[in-house]
């Protein structure tokens, strides 16, 4: 599961990406489950808002937020790298 997580981020890196082209981009998310856009739009350097009816995902969203400011560069650096390689294959789809 923790593969398809990351493609699943990685995903939404490369749709913010492609989409988001100003720096002051807002990206909304209005089913924000588990946090992975905004994780994704907090990576990519964007404003993001999240919501959800659901309090266990607003705080669930909330910790893996928070998780990603004690992330080591080279986490980053390896997530950098996946995500080049994704971008890759979606490019071939």
């Known amino acids: ?7 699943t981020l990685a ?7 492609l989409s ?4 002051n981009a807002v990206i909304l998310d209005p089913f ?6 905004a ?7 964007k404003n993001y808002i999240g919501i959800d009816a659901n309090e266990k995902y607003v705080k669930i969203s909330e ?6 400011d004690k992330k080591p560069d080279l986490f980053k650096a390896v997530e950098k790298e996946e995500r080049r390689k994704l ?3 979606l490019q071939v789809i």
Not at 1 to 7: D, E, H, P, V
Not at 11 to 17: A, D, S
Not at 32 to 37: F, P, R
């Open 63 to 68: 910790r893996r937020i928070k998780e990603l």
């Open 32 to 37: 924000m489950g588990s946090g992975t856009t």
């Open 87 to 89: 971008q890759i294959e």
């Open 20 to 23: 988001a082209f100003s720096k």
């Open 39 to 45: 994780i994704a739009a907090k990576k990519l350097g």
């Open 1 to 7: 599961m923790a593969k398809s997580l990351g493609q």
């Open 11 to 17: 995903i939404c890196e490369y749709l913010i990406e």
